[in-house]
């Protein structure tokens, strides 16, 4: 079933933001400058999920254009970072710069499977599922806030 593959999905990119931040401590991954911007993409995706089990819990079919509207949001700060990262000024090399791309690709495809999970499975998904989609992304996306 689709939703499950959404929610496995979710569950490994959560798991790929973690390992970054594990294999850097005690360093931050995300340089200061952009850290900001990263921080933000992260709560949107927390938010995103939790919006999308409320929504499937209560069985609001409503709900998937407003998160396809709030995706959109994750989706214009990953373009942001990417200008920051392809600026003249960025000075933190090359390691940083492919970390915060990858954890902004990771926060931005966890948005998108939120979104396409609410679409997809309005009328077939499991409890158990919702359970996990309100707990995922809560304590992951603060790793990379100090």
């Known amino acids: 079933m689709r939703v499950g593959g959404d929610l496995k999905r979710m569950c490994n990119l959560t798991q790929h933001i973690a ?5 850097k401590h005690p360093v931050v991954p995300i340089p200061a400058g952009v850290r900001p911007l ?18 499937l819990e209560s069985r609001d079919a409503m ?8 995706d959109d949001g994750v989706d214009a700060l990953r373009r942001r970072i990417f200008r920051v990262l392809f600026s003249a000024d960025w000075s933190h090399g090359v390691e940083p710069a492919v970390d915060t791309a990858l954890i902004g690709r990771y926060y931005e495809r966890f948005a998108d499977h939120a979104v396409a999970l609410l679409l997809e499975g309005i009328t077939r998904v499991e409890m158990s599922d919702v359970w996990v989609l309100q707990r995922l992304p809560s304590q992951v996306f603060r790793l990379l806030v100090p």
């Open 38 to 55: 990263s921080a933000w993409m992260g709560v949107l995706a927390a938010s995103l999920a939790q919006d999308a089990a409320a929504a």
């Open 19 to 23: 390992n970054i931040a594990r294999l």
């Open 63 to 70: 709900s998937g254009d407003r998160l396809a509207h709030a």
